[in-house]
């Protein structure tokens, strides 16, 4: 029982190179959800997506984008990676129940933009 | 948004139990309380969540006011691996697109 899944686990990449980050689940939830946890600042929701074909923007979605073509995929891009957008990366998902539903996430990405 | 307060930290000897409050006076009727908790380098997990009543499962139980202005997190008989940081949020339970705001939590140190 896989769950939430998370790839890769740890990067490092240079300014302006783009990056993405993949998260894959087995559950078949129709919720997805990126979040960023920076020192300070908790968690932040950057993006989210209730289906497949169908994604919406969080609190801090600028300098991502995200697709979601398969149910169990939600992959996060970052164009033009910089600086400020060193953080861990969590990758959450929840069922049919909207985003009241509990919501079980990865085991994070550790991102570092040099 | 309704928002909750949270002490930063609190410290709790192992084996005994532990009250984590939350204070929410702001709340809204159709609010649920959700706590969810981080334990050091994984992702956040859900613990547990109310309405109106006490609730209880196998990790903690959840104890709400009258006034539902406030709760309390109790894990029975703590353990080392609890060591952890505790989220308590406001959901609305009549917004299916309310989405989950993170304080910055409590942590919870646990003393052997």
């Known amino acids: 029982d896989a769950g939430i899944t998370q790839s890769p686990r740890y990067k490092i990449t240079e300014t302006g190179r783009q990056v993405t980050l993949m998260c894959h689940q087995t559950?078949?939830?129709?919720?997805m959800f990126w979040y960023r946890q920076d020192l300070g600042h908790g968690l932040r929701l950057i993006y989210y997506?209730?289906?497949?074909?169908?994604?919406d923007k969080g609190e801090v979605p600028d300098g991502y984008v995200v697709s979601r073509s398969k149910t169990e995929n939600f992959p996060l891009t970052l164009e033009s990676a910089t600086r400020s957008q060193t953080s861990v990366y969590f990758c959450?998902?929840?069922?049919?129940?909207?985003?009241?539903?509990?919501?079980?996430f990865g085991p994070g990405t550790r991102l570092t933009v040099l | 948004d309704a928002k909750t307060t949270q002490p930063n930290s609190m410290e709790s000897n192992e084996e005994e139990p532990v009250h984590l409050p939350c204070n929410h006076s702001?709340?809204?009727?159709?609010?649920?309380i959700h706590w969810y908790r981080q334990l050091p380098s994984q992702g956040p997990e859900y613990v547990i969540h109310g309405l109106t009543s006490n609730v209880n499962n196998r990790m903690a139980s959840l104890a709400i006011a009258e006034d539902r202005k406030s709760s309390t997190l109790i894990l029975h008989r703590a353990t080392l691996r609890d060591a952890a940081v505790y989220y308590c949020?406001?959901?609305?339970?009549?917004?299916?697109?309310?989405?989950?705001?993170f304080g910055k939590g409590t942590r919870l140190h646990i003393l052997p």
């Open positions: 559950w078949s939830h129709s919720y």
């Open positions: 702001t709340i809204s009727g159709t609010d649920y």
């Open positions: 997506s209730a289906a497949a074909d169908i994604t």
């Open positions: 959450a998902s929840s069922g049919t129940g909207g985003l009241t539903d509990t919501q079980y």
């Open positions: 949020i406001l959901r609305d339970g009549m917004n299916r697109d309310d989405k989950i705001i």
